[in-house]
T-cell receptor, first 117, second 116 residues
Framework: AQKVTQAQTEISVVEKEDVTLDCVYE???????LFWYKQPPSGELVFLIR??????QNEISGRYSWNFQKSTSSFNFTITASQVVDSAVYFC??????????????FGKGTKLSVIP | NAGVTQTPKFQVLKTGQSMTLQCAQD?????MYWYRQDPGMGLRLIYY???????DKGEVPNGYNVSRLNKREFSLRLESAAPSQTSVYFC???????????????FGQGTRLTVV
């Protein structure tokens, strides 16, 4: 069975601080996909990034960066110089890449980030 | 492109009433999903359909039924609504791109359901 754990329920930071959101996953699949989504107060789910299990390169997109470590089954998300607009709930998700698990898209419980001006 | 369209956006039901949530995608995706979102619980998978003609239970299927009507449409039915089914419901779809099995999930806007 797949599992995604986001141990941080809520985080508060002051604007311009850096913040890291943790994500740990469990899967038996050798090929799998990891995702991060943002849910702002308006409620829609916004896709941020996808990472394939066979590609361990870290990625940076503007103020966002992602650290994928297969050895520790972690896919952490860092926001540099946080802004008030980053306030949202962030979800980490996992999809299998083969067999029946390939169609199970499993989400963590989310981390609520509040950026204080 | 509309992407994933869910209807209705809001609904209030009385206990015991039935209703169907509709979902349609226009991206030619194979797989579709229904999730519910409750405070502090994240998104929990109710049912999914890996491809047209197949459906499978997710984490929390009790009290729900689904129909994959065709490749575009995947509906969720509450036969006898209960207050515990008060939640926000999201439909999503995934497809294949560039030889990889799953794209990211594309989500509908959500349905806020209240059962009184």
């Amino acid at each position: 069975a797949q599992k995604v754990t986001q141990a941080q329920t809520e985080i508060s930071v002051v604007e311009k601080e850096d913040v890291t959101l943790d994500c740990v996953y469990e899967t038996r699949d050798t090929t799998y996909y990891l995702f991060w989504y943002k849910q702002p107060p308006s409620g829609e789910l916004v896709f941020l990034i996808r990472r394939n299990s066979f590609d361990e390169q870290n990625e940076i997109s503007g103020r966002y960066s992602w650290n994928f470590q297969k050895s520790t089954s972690s896919f952490n998300f860092t926001i540099t110089a946080s802004q008030v607009v980053d306030s949202a709930v962030y979800f980490c998700a996992l999809s299998g890449g083969s067999g029946a698990g390939s169609y199970q898209l499993t989400f963590g419980k989310g981390t609520k980030l509040s950026v204080i001006p | 492109n509309a992407g994933v369209t869910q209807t209705p956006k809001f609904q209030v039901l009385k206990t015991g009433q039935s209703m169907t949530l509709q979902c349609a995608q226009d991206m030619n995706h194979n797989s579709m999903y229904w999730y519910r979102q409750d405070p502090g619980m994240g998104l929990r998978l109710i049912y999914y359909s890996a491809s047209e003609g197949t459906t499978d239970k997710g984490e929390v299927p009790n009290g729900y039924n689904v129909s994959r009507l065709n490749k575009r449409e995947f509906s969720l039915r509450l036969e006898s609504a209960a207050p515990s089914q008060t939640s926000v419901y999201f439909c999503a779809s995934t497809g294949r791109r560039g030889g990889l099995l799953n794209t990211e999930a594309f989500f509908g806007q959500g349905t806020r359901l209240t059962v009184v």
